[in-house]
Nanobody
Framework: ADVAAGVWGGLVQAGGSLRLSCAAS????????MGWFRQAPGKEREFAAA????????YYADSVKGRFTISRDNAKNTVSLQMNSLKPEDTAVYYC?????????????????WGQGTQVTVSS
């Protein structure tokens, strides 16, 4: 299976917005819960957001709640992360991932497939 992040992150000023998208292929997309994680330099990979197979349930880390919105389009096999009111501490490499089981959306080891990551840099 391939999970690839598209929309390549980029550089944005604090307070700005950015939308990340991730396309999946060679898997039955609607059978997978999807998540976004991020990893800043020198830090462990951390959970940002996740969405259930149908899109009905969403989960967010406290640090992004109210600013980030995760969504999915099962017809297009894509999951997106709309990031608003960005802060310098949001700077990280962002990864999308696919989870077949979905029992612990915030746990990276529960995910089966990972995209290659995309850099997001928020300047102050």
């Amino acid at each position: 299976a391939d999970v690839a992040a598209g929309v390549w992150g980029g550089l944005v000023q604090a307070g700005g917005s950015l939308r990340l998208s991730c396309a999946a292929s060679r898997l039955t997309f609607s059978n997978y819960h999807m998540g976004w994680f991020r990893q800043a330099p020198g830090k462990e990979r951390e959970f940002a957001a996740a969405i259930s197979r149908s899109g009905v349930r969403t989960y967010y880390a406290d640090s992004v709640k109210g600013r980030f919105t995760i969504s999915r389009d099962n017809a297009k096999n894509t999951v997106s992360l709309q990031m608003n009111s960005l802060k310098p501490e949001d700077t990280a490499v962002y990864y999308c991932a696919a989870d077949r089981v979905g029992v612990s959306p915030s746990t990276p080891t529960m995910y089966d497939y990972w995209g290659q990551g995309t850099q997001v840099t928020v300047s102050s």
